[in-house]
């Protein structure tokens, strides 16, 4: 069984920082790719960034140059290092990892920024 659980959301004034972590447990074999999505009130879940198992990256157009995914195999973490954040970054952010045909999603955790 896989769990992930995800940590360091909050409340951020506009242009602020935060780094949001997801730690994974259970049987981890055979992971491609582990990844941050969102979902703001009202809106449908989208992807922000996602880390392949050769740590290619690819981040979604509205958080490039300001988000960075990386990864430490050795911790078993994944991580989103968010700057200059904006009022329409508010979202829950979920982690998500897929190992083979197997899909894991975290319970997610509040991002708030204010203007």
């Known amino acids: 069984q896989v769990q992930l659980v995800e940590s360091g959301g909050g409340l951020v004034q506009a242009g602020g920082s935060l780094r949001v972590s997801c730690a994974v447990s259970g049987n981890t074999f055979g992971i491609n790719v582990m990844g941050w999505y969102r979902q703001a009130p009202g809106t449908q879940r989208e992807p922000v960034a996602v880390?392949?198992?050769?740590?290619?990256?690819n981040y979604a157009d509205s958080v490039k140059g300001r988000f960075t995914i990386s990864s430490d195999n050795a911790k078993k973490t994944v991580y989103l290092q968010m700057n200059s954040l904006k009022p329409e970054d508010t979202a829950v952010y979920y982690c998500r990892i897929i190992a083979g045909p197997r899909d894991y999603w975290g319970q997610g955790t509040q991002v708030t920024v204010s203007s």
């Open positions: 880390i392949s198992s050769e740590a290619l990256t």
